[in-house]
């Protein structure tokens, strides 16, 4: 994929239809152009500037030799709060590991500032993309309209998960969800289950997708889904009614916490996991405490996600045309919590 001209300050003159002059002044902050340029100009300036995407770039007028060796990391959500921890941890850890291999420094991108709605975002008013030479995007869910924006630059960067094209392919390094989910399920297959259920959302991210669509696929014309719950804000007592109205004898959930309260739901009213009820948890966390038994599931490699999307990262610094995809395998974990069922139901195909 070409390159597409970075911006420059000439470009943003020309299309607010002002001097250079008049940019840099804007630029500079309000109080230098305050009394100097008309508001109504100034505010055409700062529109051009958020539509483009324009960021000014104070240190490659200062690096002509060469990069900074910095890159950055940018979160979608906050990097270090104590209910995320396990998530963002170890993609943190497998970064710095790789920036230290070669030789880079990290930083992390706190202060863009947040839209209309409260969420984070890459491009704002205080930017500061490129003081790194490159970055690193990690979140939940992106932005779709800053990722395009990302695609249709030359700015290096690299997405931390697998992301759907946004104008052109993304650059990303991923865990190879759908076929971990399909595994789980063709295991419980061969068990003997026929009738599943499945709690947890199916089409929020792309790694919800990604789990969703294993789930689906492995099944079809294998066993049934006898129970779908979808919703969020569902309580164990009702999942577990509704599971066993259904006469599922195995639940997938796409949420480690939400398998276990409802395990603990399922064993406080006198059913036996796996014994009555195998249950299934699309992914591991590092915070689970230490007398919880293991649910089956699978590892999700967060370190070597971090680890190759920042080797990545620096390969596109080199050249920034190149546009690579990577999934990474993730190892099953068996667990305590599935077993082949005490009763089997036959389903028509």
């Not at 070409?2 to 002002?18: E, M, S």
């Not at 863009?112 to 990690?138: E, T």
Request: charge should be neutral; glycine fraction near 8%; hydrophobic fraction near 45%.
């Amino acid at each position: 994929m070409a390159a597409v001209k970075r911006l420059t300050q000439r470009d943003i003159a020309r299309l607010a239809g002002v001097s250079q002059a008049t940019v840099s002044l804007v630029l500079n902050g309000a109080s230098s152009a305050e009394g100097r340029i008309p508001a109504e100009t100034r505010d055409r300036v700062i529109k051009v500037i958020r539509e483009t995407g324009y960021v000014a770039d104070p240190v490659a007028r200062r690096m002509v030799k060469g990069l900074n060796r910095i890159l950055g990391v940018f979160t979608y959500e906050p990097a270090f709060p104590s209910a995320q921890a396990d998530f963002y941890t170890p993609f943190l850890l497998g970064i710095e590991e790789a920036a230290e291999q070669f030789g880079y420094d990290l930083l992390l991108m706190t202060g863009a500032g947040r839209d209309a709605a409260g969420r984070k975002r890459m491009f704002g008013d205080n930017s500061r993309l490129r003081l790194a030479d490159g970055c690193l995007i990690l979140g939940a869910q992106f932005d779709p309209d800053e990722l395009a924006q990302l695609v249709a630059s030359d700015y290096p960067y690299v997405a931390v998960g697998r992301r759907d094209d946004a104008g052109g392919p993304v650059r990303y390094v991923g865990a190879d969800y759908v076929t971990a989910t399909a595994a789980l399920v063709e295991r419980a297959l061969v068990m003997g289950h026929r009738a599943f259920a499945f709690i947890g959302q199916t089409d929020i991210s792309e790694s919800v997708r990604d789990r969703w669509q294993g789930f689906k696929t492995a099944l079809q014309g294998q066993g049934q889904l006898v129970h779908l719950d979808s919703q969020t804000g569902s309580t164990p007592q009702a999942q577990l009614a509704a599971v066993r109205q259904a006469g599922a004898s195995i639940v997938f959930f796409g949420e480690l916490a939400d398998a276990i309260a409802f395990d603990d739901c399922a064993r406080a009213s006198g059913l036996s996991v796996p014994g009555d009820l195998s249950i299934v948890a699309l992914g591991s966390s590092l915070r689970i405490e230490r007398n919880r038994r293991a649910f089956a599931s699978y590892a999700i490699p967060r370190e070597d996600m971090g680890r190759q999307a920042t080797a990545m990262l620096i390969q596109t610094l080199v050249d920034p045309t190149i546009v690579q995809q990577t999934l990474l395998d993730c190892a099953l974990v068996l667990g305590e919590t599935l077993a082949p069922p005490t009763t089997t139901k036959d389903f028509p195909n």
